[in-house]
């Protein structure tokens, strides 16, 4: 389940993001990163990568 959760945090960060909605889409995107440090679920690390260099401040 945790995986799915995963997901979910990366497509709510990019959907943020796309609406401008910066904090928000960051907050999703560390919750991710928590997640997949936590469960090793390292399929999604280009993807997180991706966000990381679009949210920087």
């Known amino acids: 389940m945790r995986l ?8 709510m960060a990019r959907l943020r993001k796309d609406m401008g909605r910066l904090e928000e889409a960051k907050d999703n995107m560390e ?11 390292h399929r999604r690390d280009k993807e997180l990568e991706e966000l990381q260099k679009t949210l920087k401040n």
């Open 4 to 11: 799915h959760l995963t997901d979910y945090h990366l497509e």
């Open 31 to 41: 919750k991710a990163a928590k997640l997949i440090e936590e469960t090793g679920y």
